[in-house]
């Protein structure tokens, strides 16, 4: 069996601790040989009591490894070490990369990601920003990570699904979804990307795994987006360990008003790059040419419009609108304005919001 197992097996133990895996480590060399060896040699370099040997004998050595093994096959978890060449490129680089990656549905080392975080008490705006940009970095081959979080983190992932790629880096294991209420929502991210932790399941959420999560997710990638925070977020600890791993970051500028936009406003003033449009961001990353490729496209799809459909998207703004404002504007019967607003939806060129709302759809 690969000895990574054996290594979890080692850290997975409640009466071990990291201090004693190293004090195993250094002394065998390795985690297999140390699981392997006699009990005489176990109790020399752990120091354990009789009753603590006792429970790590019976519960532990006789079947842990096989059993993480055979658990992880089971829920379709790959586990991942730095060693691995199928190992993020990018997260190899990072001061602490994590000693285990566990990944439910599928992420490449390839992937080119760009991280939005942001508020868990997100404004309608912060929201819809978060969905805006993460729909189109999407659209352009980026993977959008998040944390999973409420707020931008859930808007990011929702955004980014519409068109593409993303992935999910969890603060305990995969048995503990947080918040619960996202469980669906990581199930759907499975699907077009992935769901990362460097915990070992059952491992519960606690407050000081979300830190550790933040440098993960910087980590991953080319850039840090921050759409909405406090002076006190912890997306602004996102923001720091980007800067400390040399990676960009962006901010998005907010109400003067809020209290959500203060953070955002400080890193600004501190040198983030102020995100005004997805060309803020592509830009830095010269993905102009794919942009333009994408406005040339939908030009020539405006050009064959009927006369009917162009006076309805001439209409539509980038804020939605409600169809019944939009018939009274268009003096239009709400059946043949619905009629027109399909066409242009299914042409890329509006979009449907629940409620009966309708916007103009933008890159």
Same mark, same amino acid.
């Given at each position: ?218 980590? $991953? @990638? &080319?850039?840090?987006? /921050?759409?909405?925070?406090?002076? %006190?977020?912890?997306? +602004?600890?996102?923001?720091?360990? *980007? ?86 504007? $268009? @003096? &239009?019967?709400?059946? /043949?304005?619905?009629?027109?607003? %399909?066409?242009?939806? +299914?042409?890329?060129?509006?979009? *449907? ?11």
């Amino acid at each position: 069996m690969d000895q990574r197992f054996y290594h979890i097996a080692l850290k997975a133990m409640p009466q071990i601790g990291q201090t004693r895996v190293n004090r195993l480590l250094q002394h065998f060399g390795n985690a297999q040989t140390a699981w392997c060896s006699s009990p005489i040699q176990w109790r020399e370099v752990v120091a354990l009591s009789e009753v603590q040997w006792t429970e790590v004998e019976q519960k532990y050595r006789p079947f842990l490894p096989e059993y993480i093994h055979e658990d992880l096959l089971k829920k379709e978890i790959k586990m991942l070490i730095p060693e691995d060449d199928s190992y993020p490129e990018l997260l190899r680089e990072i001061s602490l990369p994590p000693e285990h990656l566990f990944i439910q549905g599928e992420f490449s080392k390839d992937e080119t990601c760009i991280a939005i975080v942001g508020s868990r008490k997100a404004s309608h705006y912060g929201k819809t920003v978060a969905t805006h940009l993460a729909e189109g970095l999407a659209d352009c081959g980026f993977t959008v990570v998040s944390g999973l979080a409420q707020g931008i983190d859930s808007a990011a992932h929702k955004g980014a699904l519409l068109k593409g790629r993303t992935a999910a880096v969890l603060g305990a294991g995969h048995d503990h979804i947080y918040p619960k209420e996202h469980a669906l929502l990581a199930r759907e991210i499975q699907k077009q990307g992935g769901v990362i932790s460097e915990y070992l399941y059952p491992t519960t959420p606690q407050a000081g795994f979300f830190p550790a999560r933040n440098r993960i997710i910087s980590g $991953l @990638s &080319l850039a840090t987006i /921050v759409v909405e925070a406090k002076d %006190t977020s912890g997306s +602004l600890i996102t923001a720091t360990f *980007a800067l400390e791993q040399g990676r960009e970051v962006f901010a998005v500028p907010g109400n003067i008003f809020s209290e959500n936009s203060k953070g955002c406003h400080d890193l600004i003033k501190q040198g983030a790059k102020l995100v005004h449009s997805m060309e803020d961001v592509l830009d830095e990353f010269q993905y102009l040419s794919l942009l333009n490729r994408h406005k040339a496209i939908s030009s020539s799809m405006e050009v064959s419009l009927t006369l009917m459909q162009q006076k309805v998207l001439s209409a539509l703004e980038a804020e939605p609108i409600h169809i019944d404002q939009l018939a009274v504007d $268009l @003096s &239009l019967p709400i059946g /043949v304005l619905l009629s027109e607003l %399909t066409q242009l939806d +299914l042409l890329g060129l509006a979009k *449907a919001n629940p409620g009966g709302y309708y916007n103009k759809e933008v890159l």
